[in-house]
């Protein structure tokens, strides 16, 4: 599929696609009662558009300027500001900053006012669907609010406000960086609270319907839920901690436990099987948590819990091979977001959170290295070739991270993504090597006896291509994704300006833009995000091979292009964005449909190059004995 995104990824001149947009009515439903679904998608208006990312705190600088420039307008409140005076900087700024970030701010209400949140619900219930199974959310890394129930004197000025996930977590930074740090981050060796510290994951609802005033995350999907029959006595929102490692939050949250109580009592109340529906990381959460409910060292529900109390996991955008981006956050502090900023962005960021400082803290939020990438060269390639590699690409994706000639403090060749986590954790301080390395796995097994044999081991139970699908036959699983927009793929790395000034090792070589590499990024394809291969690989291939979905678990696919409105900050009903897609009304009647019975209706729908890549990754189905036998007898 020749693609806009693919030739700025590898810099090959294809023919462009021009397309005229065809309008689809609000009210028309894409599936009729008793047809199997078709997707229908819509050309896109233009393939360019500004994009407003928040992802991790390499964004956060994005949260803070549009509460600057929005103070006076009635789209965004921020009453717990208090004492913050904007008025000086505003002088500061130049007239057109401000102007187009007031600009981005309406557009944003201009779109809340026009978009009809709840047709999507409606219609389906005009179709005489309802609510009928239980819906469990679980929420991917950052959308759920953190807030504080601390009772130091550090602590009391914040208790029960948000120090993630709201205006306070603006006022405290700007005001009090140093008390923020302290209560965001986690404990260096316990990876749990440090002394005097008490931050919890807020919960219900509100807890994940909007990051910020504004700037909605799951709220489009509450609101079709409940034109459908929905409410708090058949949906529930599992938030959690996500700065926590897996093991730990169960150690201090007892947050599997909890989940399993919710699930069981859900099934025992509604008389049929719930749906779990899991965004970005928690996609992870949940495969962890089938294997700990399973297991004598965690939930003691036996192998066939999850087919008596599941009906169908939603995996929406879910990262189950990680994310590369992971990577230069815990090694620099940076990523796209940052690299590719102003100067006027920069000169923000660094003043409120440096890259070094913003490295300490992503170590310090064990639950954050869960989504470094698995699978090694198998899954992302050598320095020769890597599956996604496109037809006259001149340098293999294989190639993670890349440093130019002359560089000489820098290592003298390219790494893989094996080579780069190893120089992770070999650079790393030991504290943050033993909590990755105590929590969690990034291999491939290659036969049978290794995936059953690493369900004794819980470091393995993130990990999709060490561990197996639950043995629940009955159980379906959808894979919802967006594609078609540029994603980090692969860097340029280069010494620090001055080195003896910081602990940072290297950092993105922004100054180099050259055919595809734009500020040292290198673009492939994905959501923005998550990279088309940890969406797509396990989807569309790995749980094909049987070692890895023994029970025969039923994947159905659908992939969703990214077609944004050109004008709309968010990207419309359209959009494939990793978080933008909670609000694209296509996902949001898929998981009405499963969610009122009738998910046998979806077929596949893949349109990306996936399966084409999945078969170039050098996992491969285990041979039968016998065969290997005779292979070994020639």
């Not at 629940?472 to 793929?489: D, I, N, W």
């Amino acid at each position: 599929m020749a693609t806009t995104f693919r030739r700025r990824a590898v810099g090959v001149d294809l023919p462009s696609e021009s397309s005229t947009p065809t309008p689809s009515p609000r009210d028309e439903s894409p599936v009729k009662p008793g047809d199997r679904v078709k997707i229908v998608h819509h050309r896109p208006k233009t393939r360019k558009r500004k994009s407003t990312a928040i992802f991790l705190l390499g964004s956060l600088f994005g949260i803070i300027a549009a509460g600057l420039f929005a103070k006076s307008n009635d789209l965004i409140d921020f009453p717990e500001i208090g004492e913050l005076s904007m008025d000086s900087l505003f002088d500061a700024l130049p007239a057109g900053l401000v102007k187009d970030m007031r600009d981005l701010v309406n557009g944003e209400r201009d779109f809340l006012e026009s978009y009809d949140s709840f047709s999507v619900g409606l219609k389906v219930r005009s179709e005489g669907l309802s609510a009928r199974l239980p819906i469990i959310m679980i929420p991917g890394v950052i959308s759920t609010g953190l807030e504080s129930w601390g009772t130091s004197n550090i602590s009391r000025p914040y208790f029960r406000k948000r120090l993630w996930g709201s205006w306070s977590m603006m006022r405290a930074l700007v005001m009090e960086k140093e008390v923020w740090k302290r209560h965001i981050m986690l404990d260096e060796r316990t990876g749990l609270d440090p002394p005097g510290i008490k931050l919890r994951a807020a919960q219900g609802f509100d807890a994940t319907d909007f990051f910020i005033t504004g700037y909605w995350i799951w709220n489009k999907i509450l609101e079709n839920l409940a034109s459908l029959g929905y409410d708090p006595t058949n949906s529930f929102t599992a938030a959690y901690d996500w700065r926590l490692s897996y093991p730990n939050l169960e150690v201090r949250d007892q947050y599997f436990t909890r989940l399993k109580y919710y699930i069981e009592m859900a099934v025992q109340v509604q008389q049929e099987k719930v749906v779990l529906t899991s965004h970005s990381m928690g996609g992870q959460v949940l495969f962890y948590f089938f294997h700990w409910v399973a297991s004598d060292q965690g939930g003691h529900g036996g192998d066939d819990w999850v087919e008596r109390h599941v009906d169908s996991w939603i995996n929406v955008s879910g990262c189950m091979l990680g994310a590369l981006k992971d990577v230069t956050a815990l090694l620099s502090g940076e990523m796209r977001d940052t690299a590719q900023l102003n100067s006027f962005a920069v000169y923000g960021l660094e003043k409120f959170l440096s890259k070094e400082e913003r490295a300490q803290i992503f170590r310090a939020m064990p639950g954050m290295s869960s989504m470094l990438p698995m699978g090694g060269n198998a899954i992302w390639g050598d320095l020769d070739s890597a599956p996604d590699d496109q037809p006259g690409q001149e340098h293999s994706f294989g190639a993670f991270l890349n440093f130019r000639p002359g560089n000489w403090t820098m290592p003298a060749k390219n790494f893989t993504v094996e080579d780069a986590m190893a120089y992770l954790l070999d650079t790393a301080e030991d504290w943050y090597r033993e909590q990755v390395e105590g929590s969690y796995s990034q291999g491939v097994a290659h036969t049978s006896a290794e995936v059953m044999a690493n369900e004794r081991d819980p470091r393995k139970w993130i990990n999709p291509l060490e561990t197996r699908l639950p043995l629940a036959p009955s159980l379906k699983v959808y894979c919802f994704y967006g594609v078609g927009k540029p994603t980090e793929r692969g860097y340029y790395y280069r010494s620090p300006e001055a080195p003896s000034l910081t602990s940072i090792n290297m950092t993105i070589d922004t100054a180099y833009t050259e055919g595809g590499i734009d500020h040292g990024i290198i673009m492939g394809e994905g959501d923005g995000t998550v990279n088309l291969m940890s969406m797509g690989y396990m989807c569309n291939k790995g749980w094909n091979i049987k070692r890895y979905n023994p029970a025969g678990v039923k994947v159905t696919v659908v992939e969703m292009p990214h077609e944004p409105e050109r004008f709309n900050p968010r990207g419309g009903p359209n959009t494939a964005d990793h978080v933008d897609i909670l609000g694209r009304q296509t996902l949001n009647e898929l998981i009405l449909r499963v969610a009122a019975g009738q998910g046998h209706t979806i077929g596949n729908h893949v349109v990306s190059n996936i399966r084409e890549y999945a078969e170039k990754a050098k996992v491969y189905e285990e041979e039968e004995p016998a065969v290997a036998a005779e292979k070994g007898s020639l």
